[in-house]
């Protein structure tokens, strides 16, 4: 009998370590401990924003400034990205040594009952952490070679003359521009119109211009019926009947949470994941789920905080409810990214919450000449007392500088003392300082 056992080596693991620091008996339970760290660090957010910082290299040696044309050795990257990861993993295991770790596809069968290579492992209490995988639309014939998802995009040692990516979220913004930066011909595929259409609106139109200058293409409005690879290439029709060829087509177009874990009937799950209350407990007493399985937030430190919030309470701790609106959310493009924290425009008009925004052009700082980032903006929005309610950011490491928004979030603070902190100069932190003052 453990104290908890954890099912799903990624984000979960921070959890086991301190339940297992606070002498707890506990186990975690991963199909392959050489992916123990999970998604982000093996084929996610690691990997992709390592390759994407290094394109970003490359996009910026093509100013006019420079002379000559530098090429990137994807082989080199590709290597030097595998040791990283392995020496990261390595780190994550000697922190595991108090934890037993058994490698195992799990099933919960029954209340406090695991069944894990044909043997039955019980738990007093038991936390689900079983991530996501990537969601292929019906029609498309996925073959992991030139049919591929971001787990094999992110293991091209040569690039593709040309690719077409379906799916206009955060995945495929990131692969679009990564592809283009390094001289692909790129092509967005998305069923809808529009891109980011929860962000405000000059941050969108920022962003299509961002998209256009590096030369993607986009085909709107185009859902894909099939997909298939051939002599020619891969094959794409779309939903109206005409159809185009492609040297690689990458399909971004969702995950889907990973509930196969889940045979008990007192578990619930919907089409979004595995339903849990705002503590992330299931709807099975001391049987929790987090991270990307229970379908809140897709997001690595959200897993963390969840796997974190729910061992500190089973270790009687009492944490504090964990805001998820609060959750500071990013898409790493270049070369400028987007992040927001906090509720954007549209939800605090959906939900009819005053609110006044405060909209800074980066193009009023010198740095933006030089950066590539004239087209940025900072946008703070606070209630009508000024208590700060939330940011959205385009700019470059706009995932680095909402944390000074996130942090005032956590502190509830009101503009007039987020204005104290004076921020550095030159640093587009000054433009966020701005943005204080105007609310």
């Given at each position: 009998?453990?104290?908890?056992?954890?099912?799903?080596?990624?984000?979960?693991?921070?959890?086991?370590?301190?339940?297992?620091?606070?002498?707890?008996?506990v186990?975690?339970i991963?199909?392959?401990?050489?992916?123990?760290?999970?998604?982000?660090?093996?084929?996610?957010?690691?990997?992709?924003?390592?390759?994407?910082?290094?394109?970003?290299?490359?996009?910026?040696?093509?100013?006019?400034?420079f002379?000559?044309?530098?090429?990137?050795?994807?082989?080199?990257?590709?290597?030097?990205?595998?040791?990283?990861?392995?020496?990261?993993?390595?780190a994550?295991?000697?922190?595991?040594?108090?934890?037993?770790?058994?490698?195992?596809?799990?099933?919960?069968?029954?209340?406090?009952?695991?069944?894990?290579?044909?043997?039955?492992?019980?738990?007093?209490?038991?936390?689900?952490?079983?991530?996501?995988?990537?969601?292929?639309?019906?029609?498309?014939?996925?073959?992991?070679?030139?049919i591929?998802?971001?787990?094999?995009?992110?293991?091209?040692?040569?690039?593709?003359?040309?690719?077409a990516?379906?799916?206009n979220?955060?995945i495929?913004?990131?692969?679009?521009?990564?592809?283009?930066?390094?001289?692909?011909?790129?092509?967005?595929?998305?069923?809808?119109?529009?891109?980011?259409?929860?962000?405000?609106?000059?941050i969108?139109?920022?962003?299509?211009?961002?998209?256009?200058?590096?030369?993607?293409?986009?085909?709107?409005?185009?859902?894909?019926?099939?997909?298939?690879?051939?002599?020619?290439?891969?094959?794409?029709?779309?939903?109206?009947?005409?159809s185009?060829?492609?040297?690689?087509?990458?399909?971004?177009?969702?995950?889907?949470?990973?509930?196969?874990?889940?045979?008990?009937?007192?578990?619930?799950?919907?089409?979004?994941?595995?339903?849990?209350?705002?503590?992330?407990?299931?709807t099975?007493?001391?049987?929790?789920?987090?991270?990307?399985?229970?379908?809140?937030?897709?997001?690595?430190?959200?897993?963390?905080?969840q796997?974190?919030?729910?061992?500190?309470r089973?270790?009687?701790?009492?944490?504090?409810k964990?805001?998820?609106?609060?959750?500071?959310?990013?898409?790493?493009?270049?070369?400028m990214?987007?992040?927001?924290?906090?509720?954007?425009r549209?939800?605090?008009?959906?939900?009819?919450?005053?609110?006044?925004?405060?909209?800074?052009?980066?193009?009023?700082?010198?740095?933006?000449?030089?950066?590539?980032?004239?087209?940025g903006?900072?946008?703070?929005?606070?209630?009508?007392k000024?208590?700060?309610?939330?940011?959205?950011?385009?700019?470059?490491?706009?995932?680095?500088?909402?944390?000074?928004?996130?942090?005032?979030?956590?502190?509830?603070?009101?503009?007039?003392?987020?204005?104290?902190?004076?921020?550095?100069?030159?640093?587009?932190?000054?433009?966020?300082?701005?943005?204080?003052?105007?609310?």
């Amino acid at each position: 009998m453990y104290d908890i056992v954890y099912v799903g080596g990624g984000l979960n693991y921070a959890g086991a370590i301190v339940a297992a620091k606070n002498s707890l008996k506990v186990a975690l339970i991963e199909r392959s401990l050489d992916q123990l760290g999970g998604i982000c660090l093996h084929k996610g957010c690691i990997p992709s924003k390592m390759l994407l910082h290094y394109a970003n290299t490359i996009l910026q040696s093509k100013e006019e400034i420079f002379s000559g044309k530098l090429k990137l050795n994807l082989k080199a990257l590709i290597e030097k990205k595998k040791k990283i990861i392995a020496s990261a993993t390595k780190a994550v295991l000697s922190q595991c040594k108090d934890i037993d770790l058994i490698e195992a596809d799990a099933k919960l069968i029954k209340p406090h009952v695991i069944e894990a290579n044909g043997k039955k492992i019980e738990a007093k209490h038991i936390v689900l952490g079983t991530g996501s995988s990537p969601f292929i639309p019906k029609g498309i014939e996925y073959n992991k070679k030139d049919i591929i998802t971001s787990d094999e995009a992110l293991e091209l040692e040569e690039l593709p003359k040309s690719i077409a990516i379906y799916g206009n979220g955060a995945i495929g913004l990131e692969m679009a521009t990564y592809f283009a930066s390094l001289g692909v011909v790129t092509t967005i595929i998305s069923r809808g119109e529009g891109i980011l259409k929860k962000a405000h609106p000059l941050i969108q139109s920022s962003l299509k211009l961002q998209l256009e200058k590096l030369g993607i293409n986009r085909l709107e409005n185009h859902p894909v019926n099939k997909a298939k690879s051939t002599f020619r290439g891969v094959h794409v029709v779309f939903e109206e009947g005409h159809s185009r060829y492609f040297d690689t087509l990458l399909v971004a177009t969702g995950r889907r949470a990973n509930t196969d874990v889940v045979a008990a009937k007192s578990i619930e799950i919907s089409r979004k994941g595995i339903n849990t209350d705002e503590y992330f407990e299931t709807t099975l007493k001391n049987h929790y789920a987090i991270g990307d399985c229970n379908g809140k937030l897709q997001l690595a430190h959200a897993a963390r905080a969840q796997a974190l919030n729910v061992t500190l309470r089973i270790l009687g701790k009492k944490p504090s409810k964990i805001d998820l609106d609060n959750v500071v959310k990013f898409i790493h493009t270049q070369p400028m990214s987007y992040a927001s924290v906090g509720k954007n425009r549209e939800t605090l008009e959906k939900e009819k919450i005053e609110y006044k925004e405060s909209i800074v052009p980066l193009s009023h700082f010198t740095n933006s000449l030089f950066h590539q980032a004239s087209n940025g903006y900072m946008i703070v929005y606070a209630d009508k007392k000024g208590f700060i309610l939330s940011a959205e950011l385009l700019a470059p490491d706009a995932e680095e500088l909402i944390s000074a928004v996130a942090t005032a979030l956590a502190g509830e603070m009101d503009a007039t003392l987020a204005q104290k902190t004076i921020m550095a100069h030159p640093t587009f932190s000054e433009a966020l300082e701005r943005a204080y003052f105007r609310l």
